[in-house]
């Protein structure tokens, strides 16, 4: 069984940045690809980017792309989200996602609030 743990959200200026942690535990983490996901209200779950098991190989959103980026620290456990120019529309609950296999992200966090002001 794999855990995960988001953290880092919060309330932030639009135009500002914020970083998003997810903490593994249990499982192989190094042999999961990881994703990030956002809900916002009244909206249905999105994708947001994801990472390969080696940190190689990311992809992101269109609506993302270019402000934020995926990492990984396999020996920590922890994939990132650095999010920065944020903007309203950014605002939602952000989950991250592993896929231990079969492409399937089977595993989710418990979401972290990320609000940001205009």
């Known amino acids: 069984q794999v855990h995960l743990v988001e953290s880092g959200g919060g309330l932030v200026q639009a135009g500002g940045s914020l970083r998003l942690s997810c903490a593994a535990s249990?499982?192989?983490?190094?042999?999961?690809?990881m994703g990030w996901f956002r809900q916002a209200p009244e909206k249905e779950r999105e994708f947001v980017a994801r990472i390969n098991w080696s940190g190689g190989s990311t992809y992101y959103a269109d609506s993302v792309k270019g402000r934020f980026t995926i990492s990984r620290v396999n020996i920590k456990g922890t994939v990132y989200l650095q999010m920065n120019s944020l903007k309203a529309e950014d605002t939602a609950v952000y989950y991250c996602a592993a896929d231990a296999g079969g492409g399937e992200y089977k595993y989710w966090g418990q979401g972290t609030r990320v609000t940001v002001s205009s």
């Open positions: 249990g499982g192989t983490f190094s042999s999961y690809t």
